[in-house]
């Protein structure tokens, strides 16, 4: 049964997908598999054990399973001063 969510792009993330955010439909059971359908579509170059990954403004297992309208966010590694 495919699961709609918004996801939120930052970083080089944002910068590979070419937008901030996105409504999409999926497949995937959790969200591990969301981020591989998402990385496939946008070629991201991060592997998964180099992200965080957020849902509902918490930060969540990648495991987790994937609920209908759910904000899901990526995170990328950032480097500041």
């Not at 930052?10 to 981020?35: C, K, M, T, V």
């Not at 495991?63 to 995170?75: G, Q, Y």
Request: hydrophobic share 50%; proline share 5%.
């Amino acid at each position: 049964m495919s699961v709609a969510v918004r996801v939120l792009y930052f970083a080089s993330l944002r910068e590979r997908a070419g937008h901030a955010e996105e409504h999409w439909r999926s497949d995937a059971l959790d969200l591990a598999g969301l981020y591989d359908e998402l990385d496939a579509r946008h070629a991201f170059g991060w592997p998964r054990t180099q992200l965080r990954v957020a849902v509902d403004g918490a930060f969540a297992a990648w495991s987790a399973p994937l609920r209908a309208d759910s904000e899901v966010v990526f995170i990328p590694p950032v480097s500041g001063g």
